[in-house]
């Protein structure tokens, strides 16, 4: 199973950026997708997650500035970012929680990271 991202990059504070990840290989059924991000210094926290019916979650912090959604079709992950702050800046990480097989648990899945960087 690989997880491969894109749409990081260098933003103005308060601009938008869309990150995706589309997850290939051998997939029977995907679980919960999530975006995680690490800055330096720090530990990997949650950003947002999405189950496969669609529930959402985020981390207090960007609530209400960032969007999660997926495309179950394409086993795919996006995430909107609005109004980016400077301590929104990290190395975003996507993660799938996949069954490889009918009758097999899932065990997590990583990309390999993009990073996100805003200017003040």
């Known amino acids: 199973v690989y997880l491969v991202e894109s749409g990081g990059g260098l933003v103005q504070a308060g601009g938008s950026l869309r990150l995706s990840c589309a997850a290939s290989g051998r997939i029977f059924s995907i679980n919960d997708m999530a975006w995680y991000r690490q800055a330096p210094g720090n530990g990997r926290e949650l950003v947002a997650v999405i189950s496969s019916i669609g529930s959402t979650n985020y981390a207090d912090s960007v609530k209400g500035r960032f969007t999660i959604s997926r495309d179950n079709a394409k086993n795919a992950v996006s995430l909107q970012m609005n109004s980016l702050k400077p301590e929104d800046a990290a190395v975003y990480y996507c993660?799938?929680?996949?069954?490889?097989?009918?009758?097999?648990?899932?065990?997590?899945?990583w990309g390999q990271g993009t990073q996100v960087t805003v200017s003040s």
């Open positions: 993660n799938a929680r996949v069954s490889m097989y009918r009758g097999v648990g899932y065990r997590d899945y």
